[in-house]
């Protein structure tokens, strides 16, 4: 193929015969450049303007690089061959400027290219010595990526020249895309470039550039086989160049070698030489078509698609078939105006159909309106912004369903080649059971919360109503709008197996009521049941048939047994469920929810049983404590003396408080105990710990002290053996013993009752008063006109302790002195210590001249007693001593005639006092008294007469043998003297005194009613 100018090209080729070479516009233009007009290089090929074949040229218009070929005016062949053109296509050739030899265009790459010299600005041509030819660019573009670069519409008559920023981006000289928006070729690279006659490239396009990396310069002229088919395939290669040459389509995959570092067609010869080292290798797709040139002769054009972007393409292909086809996720395209383009499978699985069915549909044909309209501005924000939108939450039906499904949607928005929207992806999850587990874990959590609330506050106090209450707080609001408890009103009245309890009939009262609505409007007669109503349940009801199976029972609104009684219509369901503590039901709990409020379901039925058992339990065990508090509290106030106490010589007050029924009873305790001789034992007592033991170990005490008062025994004698006493009852052996060394034994460790103790006796015939102590709190003594004090008795070592002796304190009291015993309770609180109680209780005793009783009100009033953490236990005694003139005291010698003197003391004092009834009597008991004390006693002989509530003889000798009464025989001519004491007295009895000991009887003071026992008739029965 060489020219007839320069010996090298014998004439051009005419591209309308070759359909691979077709530029992307309807007019061949020449661009004007450094000379009057350019030549251009193309990726595959270049179109020469001729004037052979009515082409148009204008010199005005710029290069056009594209994907397939660019136009330009330009001359053909190595050697310079011209080529004349026309701008208004009139003739073949047209006079003017011709170029000679190699021509070099202004705006071409390619060597050998020339532009026509003095042409027109619109008609440039160029001539060269040669064949002449022309070259027809009127093909449509496409076929291998035709160019967009200047479209026709830029380059008619009277159009404007494109801007700049309307010109497609370039790589280099290259242009990749000048086709619409949204082509193939924007994703498809195609270079062309084409063989002459001789076989070898005689054109070379910019494209053909970019793929292989040679510059046109390195590529024109030389064969194609040898320069870019590896030397094994060659032969073959050759082969077929000759049968394209000889006319033979061909297409195929064709490897070649390249530099590795092989720069653009923009890179100069010495770099291109410096990086022609490394090689690498590649596939090409080659379609060759034969051509003609002008002359006749046979060439070729080639159109090359590198292989690696076809696999690419298959690649994305089988990916966007995967994620249409075989995605288990939900994938449509909208497009931009929002309307659904392409779903896949699973999208038309969910909402029906087949994919095709839901192209053109909208949002608002899948999900409510409220859903629809958030979506639709969702994807016009996402159409607008570009922002993509991740995680959004939709709620709607499925089709043919009423059920509701979650999805997670995710859009984004999606771009062609050119960077140009072209709609929003969304991909769709079906979350629902996601949202369901969810809402399940919620509820979990909620429930365990209600559980770990329940624990914490359900069962803080030991009082019933209390404890019912804490039940409703835990779960009104959070679990239920409205409750209720009833319990069985047999046992909170202590009654185990009450009437009605196995059939659910029984009474029941209700405890407690809670309610989370506002003012409920109760019609008439529908209204809860009033908090502390005593009611039943019909056998019939669910309610009842919950009390019977100790199962719980849901209610719907119109059963009688709860929810119309409630609300009349404002419940929605109620949940009866049976209190259960140790295999025994104790009530009913009922939770109610009102209309709007979400169904209770197993899970809450669940839940409502463990809060009924947990308070069931903590219910049981106040039942239970309140039980055993009532009987300790019944058994310690059976122990404290009945009534107001009286007591020879004293005016008397007493108080006692029990702790409340959040504490356990306590072991506090007073007493008053007359003895003989006008004395009185005042006792205050408090013994350690708490509840049924500590009631029952005050009343062994209790029961002691009494016992050993009555013996007579001096106070110190009487906590010495309460001592003993207490520490043999944590002991059925008896009392615990100590070592040499002191220690108590550790095998007896196993149980300790401990007790404090304060005892007195008051004798009122000498206003004395003896105490001892046993770690108690010290009496307080109250003398008129004087502040009151604290006594100073040595406390000792509390009853139960043992290995220490108690002491004695004897303190004269004058008349109207006031003696106050206590317990801690009175004194000591959390709040208040000890030394600040003791002080404010001295200071509350100011004016011992009131009543007692009101003094008793003001010292309860004034501290701090109504804590309830303890017992308190207080006795008061005002002195009153017997009267001179009622106390009649003589002494005796120790001889016969002293019996007869007695006698006539007794009966002389007698009568001055007006007890004349009573003479007889005494005449007989004191002769009798008095000759025991000769014939048995020693000492001196004492008589004293004393007069207060009763009449009371006492003789007193200096014997320490008591006396001892014995059933005399028949025969037995004495032995019968205690006898007739026993018979004629109200009472008789003997105690051991610091010289001796004392025998003492009683008479009862005529009523007047009652007449004395005959002294004769007495004696008479004794025989």
Known sequence: MTGAGCGELEGTVRVSEIPAKATGSTRPTARAGRAASSAAGGPVGTAASSAGDGARTTAGGGADHGPVGATAGHGRGPAGAAGPERADGGADRAPGATGEGPAKGTGGDLPGQGTGGGARPDEGRGVGRGASGTVDTGAAHGVAGASDAVDARHHSAGRARPRVEDQPPTQGDIIWQNSPPGSLYDYIKVASFSIGP???????SGRAERLFGVPARDAVGKDP???????ELRPRGHRKMAEILDGREWTGAVPFRLPESAGPATASPAASAAS??????????VYVMPARTADG??????LVVDVRALQQIESDLAASQALFGQSPFGFVLFGTDLKVQ?????????????????????????????????????????????????????????????????????????HSGSGRPIGIAGLGNDVTSRHVAAREAAHARRNLALLNEAGARIGNSLDLETTARELLDVAVPGFCDLASVDLYQGLLDGDETPPGLADGSAELRRVAFASAVADAPFPEGTGPIDVGSVHRFPFTSSCADALRTARARLIAAGDDCGPTRLTGGLIQSTLAVPMVAHDTVVGLAQFSRTKGSEPFGERDRALAGELAARAAVCIDNARLYRREHERALILQRSLLPPGDPEAAGLDIACRYLPGNAATEVGGDWFDVIELPGHRTALVVGDVMGRGLRAAVTMGELRSAVRTLALLDLEPAEVLAALDEIARGLGNPSGPRRTTARGARDTDDLAEVYLATCVYAVYDAVTRRVTIANAGHLPPVLVEPGESALMLDVPPGMPLGVGGEPFEEVEVDLPEGALLALYTDGLVESRDHPLDEGLNAFVSTLTDPEQALEDICDHVLSTLDTHHGEDDIALLMARVQGLPAEHVGDWTLPREPRSVGHARELACARLREWGLDALVDTAELLVSELVTNALRYGEGEIRLRLLLDRTLVCEVWDAGLVQPRRRRARDTDEGGRGLQLVGLLSAAWGSRRTPRGKTVWFELALPDGNTPPMDAAEALMSLF
């Open 342 to 414: 392409r779903a896949n499978r699973r999208f038309a699985a969910v909402f029906g159909g087949t994919a095709e069915d839901h192209r053109g549909r909208t949002v608002h044909d899948y999900l409510p309106r409220n859903e629809a309209d958030r979506m639709q501005a969702a994807l016009r924000r996402v159409l607008e912004t570009g922002e993509a939108v991740n995680d959004m939450q939709i709620v709607g039906p499925a089709p043919g369903s009423s059920e509701r499904r979650h999805w997670s949607v995710n859009l984004y928005r999606v």
């Open 297 to 302: 002769e046979r060439s070729a054009v080639c």
């Open 198 to 204: 001789d076989g070898l490239v005689d054109q070379w």
């Open 276 to 285: 022609a080292a490394p090689v690498r290798e590649g596939v090409a797709e």
């Open 225 to 231: 086989i040898e320069a870019f088919v590896p030397r």
